[in-house]
């Protein structure tokens, strides 16, 4: 055997066990924090939400789910929605601000300073909350926004179980787990087990160390701690929720999820807009790199946290793009000893064909078979051999993260940070919703215009 092979050899021992410790013990902690989280939940009093909530929605061209939306949030009070509307065409905003009613402000953004991307409109709708929680004279410690996508619906009862997680003064945010609700085709399934399976358990491990990664859809945190952070807390980032994520774990707050609360979205129907999605999001996931050293050297990280965080942002460097060579490689010289000798290149003298074989299945599958596996627990209506057989259908699933992340670094490498925003579909009529209950503070109805100019009053119609 040459230096070379073996030095791949090497790299590929290193690679699979990396990958296997990494999730295997996502896999035990995760359903660990799962169980905790459900014993927890029997023992908190659910009855009474101690904080005011603004739902914070970024929205260009919303108008076929966000009428919906708005009136789902709205019966969620005590709460109130803030709508950026992002210079859309169509007409969002006086859907949106009918759907809401007094529970709903709309702000609208112009070109040319509207359409710079999700970090800037967030920014500019939390200037309106700053100004609205002053204006009712609220407190920002006992005040939430909760970033949601315009086609995000809360799980019933999500306000009650996330409210008590901020009783903790150490917690600055709460991420709540996705779930895919329109799951009929296979490319809508997939997601669905990719969001539950694999990221939501890693998320419930990550708990334990108190930094969970915030998402763009049902992230809760503290307007103190925005506030605390600068002027303009989102960064212009393509993944503003993780560096947002990172930044306030370096700041030294715990960011927690729960497993008993879920925020649902559609899923992306289209391949290719899928593969451009994950491309952006493994973009803006490597661009975080730099945050790495900050977190060991910070010393208001510990050092569980600091090291879990920095073995999550190295995934994409360190996991992603080197197997991604070494996973084919290893396969195409299976192939050609196969085709030469009748034998796997390493059978020989070391492990039988069949074992061989075993264990170029295990490699392959074995973390997306358990995936599949695990997916029941989201859905129970899979049975034990569909969810076996999906489990291997995410190598689909693999195979996008690969694709995305050699994207992704190319795109990197060019200086290209563009994206293009993730298109809606239509689900029919909005469903009524109950109102829920109220606390009698002032609420606010009207339009904002955003001038780009920066601090500017509010005024009402």
Excluded at 25 to 53: F, M
Excluded at 128 to 150: F, Q, S, Y
Excluded at 371 to 384: E, H, K, M, Q, S
Excluded at 423 to 441: K, M, W, Y
Aim: glycine share 8%.
């Amino acid at each position: 055997m040459s230096g070379l092979q073996t030095f791949e050899h090497g790299l590929t021992v290193v690679l699979i066990g990396f990958g296997l410790a990494y999730f295997f013990g996502g896999v035990l902690l995760g359903y660990r924090s799962w169980g905790r989280a459900k014993r927890a939940d029997e023992l908190t009093d659910q009855s009474e939400i101690n904080y005011w909530v603004f739902f914070l929605i970024p929205a260009l061209d919303e108008a076929n789910v966000i009428d919906d939306t708005v009136r789902r949030l709205t019966a969620h009070g005590p709460a109130t929605v803030v709508l950026v509307d992002d210079a859309s065409t169509d007409n969002t905003a006086e859907l949106a601000r009918a759907a809401g009613g007094s529970s709903c402000l709309v702000l609208t953004r112009t070109v040319p300073d509207a359409r710079q991307g999700k970090g800037a409109a967030l920014n500019a709708g939390l200037t309106v909350i700053r100004d609205e929680v002053r204006r009712r004279g609220l407190d920002p410690d006992r005040t939430l926004v909760c970033v949601m996508d315009a086609d995000g619906h809360l799980s019933d009862g999500a306000l009650r179980r996330v409210g008590p997680l901020f009783d903790d003064p150490r917690v600055g945010g709460v991420q709540l787990p996705v779930r895919i609700r329109n799951r009929r085709r296979l490319i809508e399934r997939l997601q669905d087990i990719e969001f539950w399976a694999l990221s939501a358990l890693s998320q419930f491990a990550r708990d334990a160390f108190g930094n969970v990664s915030l998402g763009g859809n049902g992230q809760f945190t503290r307007l103190s701690v925005l506030l605390a952070l600068d002027s303009a807390p989102w960064s212009a980032s393509l993944t503003e929720d993780l560096d947002l994520a990172v930044r306030m774990t370096l700041r030294g707050n715990r960011l927690v999820t729960t497993p008993m609360a879920w925020v649902d979205q559609q899923a992306i129907t289209s391949w290719r807009r899928l593969l451009r999605q994950r491309t952006r999001w493994m973009q803006g996931h490597m661009s975080c790199a730099p945050y790495m050293w900050r977190l060991l050297r910070s010393p208001k990280v510990s050092n569980s946290a600091a090291i879990e965080t920095v073995l999550y942002l190295s995934v994409p460097w360190a996991l992603v793009l080197p197997w991604s060579i070494l996973f084919h490689l290893t396969w195409a010289q299976t192939i050609v000893s196969i085709a030469r000798y009748g034998l796997p290149i390493h059978a020989t003298g070391v492990l039988p064909v069949t074992l061989y074989c075993i264990y170029l299945y295990l490699v392959s599958f074995l973390p997306m078979v358990i995936a599949g596996l695990i997916y029941r627990r989201r859905d129970p209506t899979v049975g034990r051999i569909r969810s076996f057989l999906i489990g291997h259908l995410l190598i689909a699933g693999f195979y996008v993260a690969m694709i995305a992340a050699w994207r992704a670094l190319f795109r990197i490498l060019r200086g290209n940070a563009g994206w293009e925003k993730t298109l809606r579909q239509h689900e029919g009529e909005p469903v009524a919703v109950e109102q829920g209950p109220t606390t009698g503070l002032p609420v606010l109805t009207g339009t904002v215009t955003d001038s780009g100019s920066g601090h500017r009053p509010v005024h009402l119609e």
